[in-house]
């Protein structure tokens, strides 16, 4: 197989349409990512800016002084706020002020789930001590004879390593799903059926969205598949 760069060795039909379509799903292999990825950074930007910058004193916008609004202001705004949370946050009069408005938040019902529900996420995504996943890894699943692409979480531990009935080590391997790998399944497997890969797992995640298309270049000789 090829890249959509390299020419075919395979003979294929010729003639003006034909080169024309192989042209343009060319163009569209190069545009697609960098338009999209501008895109959404242009977003993103706009929507911050639209959050933010009404919490922001008009002397302090840049059409104050420029009469134009620049877009990504607002996340300049949010990105120094943020610091500065931090920065309190990590001090003892932020702890506490943090301990004392979590203990208000435990009394309200609703509040209080949707509240823990996030900041497990946040705490998990943005955590610096240690990464999320380890490796990737190959399981057997959802039986013996189909492997499935994991990602290595962490050993079992308390009472789910407990009560497994298993004479070894239990490990944590996320399912990702096809296209979407933010979503899945928590699974436990005994160590010794759990196979660790080689490929990164940035290389992993791009088989997983591109639904086997995309595999990963030099780890068994081939390369992408044309168009």
């Not at 349409?17 to 959404?40: C, E, H």
């Not at 610091?83 to 943090?98: E, F, P, Q, T």
């Not at 407990?162 to 096809?178: D, K, M, N, Q, S």
Request: contains cysteine; charged residues 20%.
């Amino acid at each position: 197989m090829n890249t959509p760069f390299e020419k075919d060795t395979h003979p294929r039909k010729t003639g003006l349409f034909a080169g024309l379509r192989a042209s343009f799903l060319t163009g569209l292999v190069v545009i697609a990512p960098v338009g999209l990825t501008v895109w959404l950074v242009w977003a993103v930007a706009g929507w911050i800016d639209g959050v933010v910058l009404p919490l922001i004193p008009y002397t302090f916008r840049p059409e104050h002084y420029i009469g134009i609004n620049l877009r990504g202001v607002g996340v300049i705004f949010f990105f120094f706020f943020t610091i500065i949370i931090g920065w309190v946050a990590k001090g003892l009069l932020g702890r506490s002020l943090i301990r004392f408005a979590e203990s208000l938040v435990d009394r309200m019902p609703v509040v209080r789930s949707i509240y823990n529900g996030i900041k497990q996420i946040s705490v998990t995504v943005f955590s610096q001590g240690e990464r999320s996943f380890e490796k990737a890894c190959l399981v057997q699943y959802p039986r013996k004879g189909i492997w499935a692409i994991g990602f290595i979480s962490v050993p079992a531990k308390g009472e789910i390593s407990a009560r497994a009935e298993t004479g070894g080590r239990l490990i944590g391997v996320f399912i990702p799903t096809t296209p979407n790998p933010t979503s899945g399944f928590l699974l436990y497997f005994p160590e010794e059926d759990v196979i660790e890969l080689e490929m990164t797992l940035e290389d992993a995640a791009k088989l997983v969205i591109s639904a086997g298309l995309v595999y990963p270049n030099g780890r068994d000789g081939s390369k992408p598949p044309i168009l």
